[in-house]
């Protein structure tokens, strides 16, 4: 089991610091953390930023309100498909995709994937599907998703993992890969927890949006704070998930735990799997592809 970090976005809304807490310049930085996860069953991801249909066609994909508020850098560079052939795969290797949610900066890679099936909760899809308000016609995309042909929705079924309900063995991935329903920021948000050889790393998704908020005591930026107030469905439920994410961060040993839009937790993240990294950037991308190759690399 080997865990990828990829950086799937980019987004520079005006105002610096008041977005990230670190930019000197008038625009903050934010990016899409996604997931490539080496398995003894193939590659899967979690979560897929943006794809290259969005770079392509913002306009017929995207709403223009979040590509001019959020400032979306349309980049090839800033892709799944992108990240995932820099390290000499293909898209016909990812076999499924894990998704926290369906809103546009999580889910517009999905179509650059044709063979893999999609995992995501059943309530988030019934709600990507209704798009019910000015808010949800905005965020949930048909167009990112319509042409995906394999699906499989979850519900949470009674188990647990650290306290928190869980879906674990999810059809054709391995049981150290769960979903971790997380709701508030959508109906249907979920985390995603993955434990390797390191320990537990849990993709919290849109739970929260700034390292700081997973503080003892927590501080959220202004802008941040405010994006997340327009963009839940369900405040006590975020603020509750926040909460118990926080507690977990702080008393538990041996999890690490992540958010989608951070760029400092995505860069501490990428140095610690450097070594990794670098090992299995030693291998040829001929070999790569051979069956097992992950069972090599576990
Ligand atoms: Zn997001």
Do not use: K
Request: proline share 5%.
């Amino acid at each position: 089991m080997h865990v990828h970090h990829l950086n799937c976005g980019c987004m520079c809304p005006w105002g610096g610091r008041l977005w990230d807490g670190a930019s000197s310049g008038l625009m903050g930085r934010l990016i899409c953390h996604c997931l490539l996860v080496e398995t003894n069953q193939g590659l899967v991801l979690i979560d897929t930023g943006f794809g290259t249909r969005d770079v392509a066609a913002p306009y017929e994909r995207l709403s223009p309100l979040f590509v001019h508020m959020n400032r979306i850098q349309l980049d090839w560079r800033f892709t799944a498909l992108a990240e995932v052939e820099a390290r000499g795969f293909s898209a016909r290797d990812i076999r499924h995709i894990v998704l926290t949610h369906l809103d546009f900066d999580h889910a517009g890679g999905l179509e650059d994937f044709p063979e893999a099936t999609i995992h995501v909760m059943q309530n988030e899809v019934d709600a990507a599907r209704s798009r019910d308000g000015f808010i949800a016609r905005r965020r949930y995309r048909p167009e990112q998703w319509d042409d995906v042909r394999h699906w499989h929705f979850h519900s949470a079924g009674g188990e647990r993992w650290f306290g928190f309900e869980a879906v674990r063995d999810l059809p054709g991935l391995p049981p150290e890969i769960l979903m971790i329903p997380l709701p508030g920021h959508t109906a249907g948000h979920a985390g995603v927890a993955i434990e390797t050889p390191q320990g537990w790393l849990l993709n919290a998704g849109d739970a929260y949006f700034h390292r700081y908020e997973m503080n003892r005591h927590p501080h959220c930026t202004p802008g941040l704070a405010a994006y997340q107030r327009l963009m839940e469905v369900d405040r006590e439920e975020r603020l509750y998930n926040q909460d118990r994410l926080r507690e977990l961060a702080n008393r538990r040993r041996g999890v690490r735990i992540f958010c989608s839009h951070d760029p400092i937790e995505y860069e501490a993240l990428v140095q610690l799997s450097a070594p990794a990294r670098e090992e299995s950037a030693a291998v040829p991308a001929s070999r790569r592809h051979e069956a097992g190759y992950a069972a090599h690399v576990s």
